[in-house]
């Protein structure tokens, strides 16, 4: 079973109406031991249901990354290879992630289906708070019904701007 590797997520409000900032980088550890990683400077909705974030808003950023892109960004070192060089840390009693350079990162294609799959098996793994098992097959079912996934993917991710704040607003 997949979980996050870092905190709860920290966001700020942006000037662009109901979207925010992640400002911490995020990790999720998927169920065949790969991470995802959603960036600091991302820009998001943060809703994990219509106009809603009622539950772990972390699950929202992943999910948002892969409508926009049509691609997810992979770390291609371990958790135990993450702690020794640094990457992650303990910081005043949360675990945090710092800027994990390109060399160690991975740009993956991702279909509808299997960035939903991935925004589902998110908020199965979710702590912050559980989301119950009914919400977690509702909220699946329901991003089926992203039309919008056809009008976006056009923007693919430049790993060398990855935590640009400015390319990030684009």
């Not at 065949?32 to 994990?48: K, V, Y």
């Not at 948002?64 to 992979?74: E, L, N, P, R, T």
């Not at 912050?128 to 909220?139: D, F």
């Amino acid at each position: 079973m997949g979980r996050f590797l870092t905190a709860s997520a920290r966001t700020q409000q942006i000037p662009e109406r109901g979207m925010y900032k992640i400002l911490d980088n995020e990790l999720y550890k998927d169920d065949d031991g790969s991470s995802n990683l959603h960036w600091r400077n991302f820009i998001t909705d943060n809703f994990t249901w219509i106009n809603s974030s009622d539950w772990d808003i972390r699950c929202s950023h992943g999910h948002d990354i892969g409508c926009k892109h049509h691609q997810i960004v992979k770390v291609r070192l371990t958790e135990k290879e993450l702690w020794q060089k640094g990457f992650l840390k303990e910081h005043k009693g949360m675990i945090v992630c710092s800027d994990i350079p390109v060399r160690y990162l991975e740009v993956v294609d991702i279909s509808g289906h299997k960035i939903n799959n991935l925004f589902y098996r998110m908020l199965r793994d979710a702590d912050c708070p559980k989301t119950p098992k009914y919400v977690q097959y509702l909220y699946r079912a329901g991003v089926c019904l992203n039309f919008n996934w056809f009008l976006t993917g056009k923007n693919k991710i430049d790993l060398s701007q990855l935590y640009n704040e400015e390319w990030n607003m684009q």
